[in-house]
């Protein structure tokens, strides 16, 4: 899945991961390709993206929104 996560400055990060582990206002979830369409708001703290190499980034952030559909996950942050 393509995920790009922008702040009003800058882009933190964008490229293909397979998965991408984040903290809700109710806890932590996870998204897995397919994944159903979702619009969600997220605490501050990290991100967890696992690259399709195997990888690991960790993203600190603020909160900020999430949106995700058809395998395109697109992050504003704090």
Do not use: C, R, W, Y
């Amino acid at each position: 899945m393509n995920v790009n996560i922008i702040t009003p400055d800058s882009t933190l990060f964008e490229g293909e991961v397979k998965d991408v582990q984040l903290i809700g206002l109710d806890g932590h979830f996870e998204l897995l390709d397919n994944h159903a369409p979702i619009i969600s708001a997220l605490a501050k703290g990290d991100i967890k993206l696992i690259d399709t190499q195997n990888k690991e980034h960790i993203i600190t952030i603020n909160g900020g929104l999430l949106e995700m559909s058809d395998n395109k996950v697109l992050i504003l942050a704090q």
